[in-house]
């Protein structure tokens, strides 16, 4: 199972982040590493297609990392993943790291994806109201994807919250669908 995996390989990481006092500055790596594979679709099919080889990737992974200035425990993280042959996981990897991450800082990590940008005030008062519905403070991941047309989705922990007008529009177009 690929969440176990990923835990486990993000635990790992964790660590020897906080061994080394840079629990954020690997943090920060990893969000780029999610932004660069949201970003490139070539990489995104470097990860995820069994085609490649162990070597490919590890060569891959290696020349990517050493052009985005990706060292440290992430570059070397990411070339150890890549030889292991655990690339598809890396998404997971980097969501369980933050799930580890927002755990030891005594918060909740919460992924909310919206239809535009929010602002700065928006994201303060989402923070709030999400504070008060988990009880900590929450450390918010957000993402931007347009065709939810308006509203958010929220996710922490195993809990959803949909309020995306994509969502309502499906659920009435299959409430008409039965009636006719």
Known sequence: MISGMAERYAGSLFALALEAGNV???EAA???VEDMIAQSADLRRLI???VFSA????RAIDAIAKKAG???LVGNFLRVVARNRRLFAVPSMIASFR???AAHRGEVAAEVTSAHELTAEQTKELQASLKQVAGKDVAVK???DPALLGGLIVKIGSRQIDT???TKLNSLKLALKEVG
């Open 70 to 72: 990706i060292q440290g």
């Open 30 to 32: 990893l969000g780029e």
């Open 55 to 58: 070597d490919d990737q590890f």
């Open 24 to 26: 954020e500055a690997v």
């Open 142 to 144: 957000l993402t931007v």
């Open 48 to 50: 995820e297609s069994p």
């Open 99 to 101: 799930r580890i991450a």
């Open 164 to 166: 995306s007008l994509r």
